[in-house]
């Protein structure tokens, strides 16, 4: 009889002790979970940035590999901050889109601050100001300025703000717009368009390397810019440690080398 007692208290305590250990492992399971995935509401390791490769000096593909101001400026706040990316190209009028379903988490590509994708989308503090320009022909002669493409047919690119801008303040011109930049350019080399009006740096830096014997710039600098870094909705901590790693850049100097590298001067003071 003792030994069944005896046997039954072990039992017993077997049973106990089990039941702590499972308790105990599902405990350490649970404060083990995060795995820097981001769910708790901070930062993720990694992030799928867009961006389109088609807009030089900031962003392009120059043997098999991206580079450019906007793809160098990333990878530098990237590393400030303390994350990788993961580069995702796109056709630009696709971009505010993809931030909005989710499908980026961030974008760099020229993208203009404006109140209307503001309302889509977040951004970063502004880190370039930029403008459009009016590119012509070389041997035309009619169009100097804005006011001259009234009622003329102007190529832009899909889904940019140089495209609201024709449609709203250039009465009678007919945007033609393209998806990629090389289809703008091209069809004001072939007659198919009169003039180009797209962001200043992208058209000067066109027309001075590929396009220098064909096209000229012409007019002034017009609807001058701010460019910021588009992060999708809901991601206030991403905004802000992207915010300060571009603070931080500016400060030790790693923006301006940047900014001569692509652009051959030191950045306007602020």
Sequence with gaps: MKKNNWRFLGLILFSVCLLFGLAACGGGDETSSSDGSGDDGGLKDKYTVATDTGFVPFEFKKNGEYTGFDIELIRAIADEVGFEIDLAPTNFDGIIPGLQTGKFDIAVAGIGITEKRAKKIDYSDPYYKSGLRIGV??????????????????????????????????????????????????????????????????????????????????????????????????????????????????????????????????????
């Design 137 to 270: 022909p070389k041997d035309n002669t009619s169009i100097k300025g804005l006011e001259d493409l009234e009622g003329k047919t102007v190529a832009t690119r899909l889904g940019s703000t140089s495209s609201a801008f024709i449609k709203e303040n250039i009465e009678g011109a007919t945007p033609n717009e393209y998806q990629q930049m090389s289809q703008v350019y091209l069809a004001v080399e072939n007659g198919s368009a009169d003039a180009v009006l797209y962001d200043a740096p992208n058209v000067a830096y066109y027309i001075k390397t590929k396009g220098s014997d064909k096209l000229k710039l012409v007019g002034d600098l017009y609807k001058a810019e701010n460019y910021g870094i588009a992060i999708s909705k809901g991601q206030d901590e991403l905004v802000k440690a992207i915010n300060d790693a571009l603070a931080t850049l500016k400060e030790n100097g790693t923006y301006a080398d940047i900014y001569k590298e692509w652009f051959g001067e030191k950045p306007p003071k602020e």
